[in-house]
Each structure stands twice: as C-alpha cells, then as structure tokens.
C-alpha cells in the first residue's frame, strides 16, 4: 500500500513524523550495537598485545550485550512494519537495518573469538612481535565505524573508500600468514607450543579479514541502495583490468 499524499492530509503528516522517529531510533541503536561490536574487536586485540586474560574474559562476556541489542533492533523493525503503513522504501530501511545487525552481530563473535584465542596464547611468549596484526585490527575496526557512518549519512563515497580498503586487510593478512608459515617450516621444528602459537596468530588474522568482510558487506548495501549500482561488481572487474593491463 502507498502512503498516502502528506501535504493536506494531518493524519498522513502524523504517520510521516512516526516513521521518522522509528527510522531515528532504530539507527540509534544500530550505532550503538556497531560501537560495542567495535570496540570489543579493539579490546580482543589489545588483551592479545597485554597478554591479559582479565580482559578478554571482559571481551567475551560483553558479547551478551551485543546480542542483546540484535534482538531489540529486531524487534524494533517488526514492530514499525506492524504498526505503520510501510511503503517499499520503508521496507528496503527495515531489511537493509536487519542485514547489518546480522553483520555486526558476527563482528561482535569474531571479536570473541580473538579473545578465546588470546587467552590461550597468553600461556607462553608471542612467538612474533605483534606489528601488523594490531595495524590489521585499526584497518578493520575503521571499516566498521565508516561503514556505519556511510548508512547513516547516506555518503556513497564512503562507503565506496570502505570496500577499496578491504585489499589492504587482505594484503596485510597474507604477509602476516606467509611469515608465520616461514617460522613454522623453519624455525619451530617440532616445537608443539610454538607452532600452536602460530597457528593461534593464524586464526586471528583470519577473524580479523572476517570482521573487514562483514564492514564491506555493510558498505556496499549502503552503496547499492544510494546508486543502484553493485559496488562489489565494479571493483571485480576494476581489479581484473589492473592485472591484465
């Protein structure tokens, strides 16, 4: 059903400031569940850098909270369908919000599992200095908060900067993971607890490319939904052009 004309009808105009206050309080929440889900990421990595079992054990059961907030924003765009009128663009504002919740959450458990790995690392030497794996955790953590202020803003070209960034991520990862392969090939041997440790480091930088995967998936439905273009499309072939040329 289409809304109907707001300018002469006071029951039309009603409906239009509800909307509006729904639409301000849903992204309200949805900040509020990106900046724990963002901060728990920080938090997993520095515990890692601290060696510091306190706080991952804070990392990990903060993640009720993020939770939490899913299920409330949930309910918050269920009931905005039920109690209005909605019109497509209301729709694609409630499912767009409903992905995105569905990516953060997932940040918030990538984050966790950073933690759970820490706690297990912090039980021997890191067997690396920490360098990019921390510069891995700013690069992830700024998608997610410009992805976040991409949506709210309705700025395509933020949100555009947030995918690009994902090829530093993935860089960054495969060097991480190709060192750590080098010491474990060569310098390890059959020391179990230091190829544990490697493999620990392994697994983080894999959740931390995770955490920069979900960032995009956000930023790029912010992107599609402002241009009606496929952003992931565009890079593709951008990139296979580069190669090729």
């Not at 900040?31 to 963002?38: F, Q, R």
């Not at 850098?49 to 924003?73: F, M, P, T, W, Y």
């Not at 309910?75 to 909605?86: D, H, K, V």
């Not at 976040?148 to 690009?164: I, P």
Request: hydrophobic letters at 40%.
């Amino acid at each position: 059903m289409e809304r109907r004309e707001t300018r002469n009808d006071p029951m039309a105009q009603v409906e239009s400031l509800l909307y509006g206050a729904d639409r301000e309080r849903i992204l309200a929440l949805v900040a509020e569940m990106g900046e724990l889900a963002a901060t728990a990421v920080e938090e997993a990595v520095h515990a890692l850098q601290a060696q510091d079992d306190a706080r991952c054990d804070k990392v990990i059961s903060g993640d009720d909270a993020v939770d939490e907030l899913e299920h409330r924003i949930d309910q918050e765009c269920l009931a905005s369908i039920a109690l209005r009128q909605p019109v497509r663009e209301d729709l694609r504002f409630v499912f767009a919000v409903l992905k995105s919740i569905a990516d953060l959450e997932r940040i918030g458990d990538q984050a966790v599992n950073i933690a759970e790995k820490a706690k297990v690392l912090n039980r021997a030497p890191l067997v690396k200095p920490l360098v990019d794996i921390p510069r891995m955790k700013d690069i992830c953590v700024a998608m997610v908060r410009d992805a976040l202020k991409a949506a709210r803003k309705g700025d395509s070209s933020l949100a555009e900067e947030v995918c690009r960034r994902d090829a530093e991520l993935d860089r960054l990862k495969e060097m991480v993971s190709e060192e750590l392969f080098f010491l474990m090939a060569t310098r390890f041997g059959g020391d179990a607890t230091s190829l544990r440790g490697a493999a620990g480091l392994l697994w983080i930088t894999h959740h931390l490319a995770r955490i920069g995967d979900h960032a995009t998936n956000m930023a790029e439905r912010t992107y599609y939904a402002l241009r009606g273009e496929d952003l992931k499309s565009r890079l593709k072939q951008e990139q296979e052009t580069q190669h090729h040329g």
